[in-house]
T-cell receptor
Framework: SQKIEQNSEALNIQEGKTATLTCNYT??????LQWYRQDPGRGPVFLLL???NEKEKRKERLKVTFDTTLKQSLFHITASQPADSATYLC?????WGAGTKLIIKP | ETGVTQSPTHLIKTRGQQVTLRCSSQ?????VSWYQQALGQGPQFIFQ???????GRGNFPPRFSGLQFPNYSSELNVNALELDDSALYLC?????????????????FGAGTRLSVL
């Protein structure tokens, strides 16, 4: 079945460092991938969309890549801040990953 | 704030009952999608409505049904509630200019309705 997999373990990063989150898809080829941020008790908030023919997309401190050979997207947050602590979700069409919890320590 | 509002915020029901959840879309949006999110999991797609017609459905039984109204607000109805239906139900609205493409566009989510089935 079509799947999106994200690292289920929480990612602990020191403030100021770059956080890198991984999204792998299997059994289908999404034309685009979206990344969302979700805080506890809230709905997901859109961050970035990248199409399969785009290698990289940037928005302020955020960068996302799309590698169709590896069937993978990487999401980077540079100069991370404690306020970046949240769960980050990857979605390809109607298929969503379970999210990775990111914790930025001061 | 996304402009998408959901009601109620919390709901407790017993097994076998029926429930209706409501969603008010962001102004100007013509598409609404519903998701079920269990604790610690990602959203699971239930269905999507484009201009009052269902144009896609996930792997959910027929007891999950919906409506989209002319003002693009929406309802999710669940009949014969089961314990496993306990979850956060999310509504997302979007603007689809191309005509009913499934979950292609940026989605704006409400805060969700937390449903507990006892």
């Amino acid at each position: 079945s079509q799947k999106i997999e994200q690292n289920s373990e929480a990612l602990n990063i020191q403030e100021g460092k770059t956080a890198t989150l991984t999204c792998n898809y299997t059994n289908y080829s999404p034309a685009y991938l979206q990344w969302y941020r979700q805080d506890p008790g809230r709905g997901p908030v859109f961050l970035l969309l990248i199409r399969e023919n785009e290698k990289e997309k940037r928005k302020e401190r955020l960068k996302v890549t799309f590698d169709t050979t590896l069937k993978q997207s990487l999401f980077h947050i540079t100069a991370s801040q404690p306020a970046d602590s949240a769960t980050y979700l990857c979605a390809g069409g109607v298929i969503w990953g379970a999210g990775t919890k990111l914790i930025i320590k001061p | 704030e996304t402009g998408v509002t959901q009601s109620p915020t919390h709901l407790i029901k017993t097994r076998g009952q029926q429930v209706t959840l409501r969603c008010s879309s962001q102004s100007g949006h013509n598409t609404v999608s519903w998701y079920q999110q269990a604790l610690g999991q990602g959203p699971q797609f239930i269905f999507q409505y484009y201009r009052e017609e269902e144009n896609g459905r996930g792997n959910f039984p027929p007891r999950f049904s919906g409506l989209q109204f002319p003002n693009y607000s929406s309802e999710l109805n669940v009949n014969a509630l089961e314990l496993d239906d306990s979850a956060l139900y999310l509504c997302a609205s979007s603007l689809d200019r191309a005509g009913g493409q499934l979950a292609k566009n940026i989605q704006y989510f409400g805060a969700g309705t937390r449903l507990s089935v006892l």
